[in-house]
């Protein structure tokens, strides 16, 4: 009779078994990690290009535009963009009243204006349609890769403190 050694096969056994647990162990954390850091390295590449774009509401020959002699609600503002290479989809207004509602319009879409050039600037004339604007800010919409993601409003402009040319 011949005796075989059932515990050679119980070693091989368990060390592919370990194999296996630890083949698929890694194979999950890739599909977790990787999609982690392809995202991170999206928000940062936006955050430097929203940077770099250096897109806001500024004056034009020293004087900030805003018009309410036609309707309240009109407003004319003029949005500078500075220098850089970026895929400029639409730029948002967002218009907020005294209380502190806001109306964010989408200036390509809505009135099919064109973007600002790279430094150039660029004259939009609003119409709030829910409110009498006080204040403005400035988004813009980038295509980074694939996606379209916005970058973080300009810090908000008071238009009543502004006057406008005379």
């Keep these: 009779m011949i005796k075989r050694n059932k515990r050679g096969v119980e070693a091989i056994v368990g060390t592919i078994l370990v194999l296996l ?8 954390l890739w599909q977790v990690v990787v999609p982690m ?3 991170g390295s999206t928000q940062a590449q ?10 806001k509401i500024v004056s034009r020959d020293s004087y900030f535009i805003s018009d309410a ?3 309240e609600n ?4 003029v949005v500078s963009r500075g220098a850089g290479e970026l895929d400029l989809k639409d730029v948002q207004v ?5 209380a502190g509602n806001s109306e964010p319009i989408l200036l390509k879409s809505k009135y099919n204006y064109d973007v600002p050039a790279e430094n150039a600037q ?4 609003i119409n709030a349609t829910t409110l009498t604007p006080s204040k403005a800010a400035v988004a813009i919409q980038l295509k980074i890769g694939e996606e ?8 908000k402009i008071d238009l009543e403190s502004i006057t406008s040319e005379a």
Excluded at 46 to 51: A, E, I, Q
Excluded at 94 to 98: E, G, K, P, V
Excluded at 122 to 125: I, K, P, Q, S, T
């Design 69 to 71: 002699t036609e309707n």
């Design 94 to 98: 967002i218009l907020y009243d005294s």
């Design 122 to 125: 660029r004259v939009y004339n």
């Design 74 to 77: 009109n407003t004319v503002i």
């Design 37 to 39: 850091t392809k995202k």
């Design 46 to 55: 936006l955050t430097s290009t929203c940077l770099a774009a250096d897109v």
């Design 148 to 155: 379209t993601k916005f970058c973080n409003p300009s810090e």
């Design 21 to 28: 647990i630890a083949i698929a162990v890694a194979g999950i």
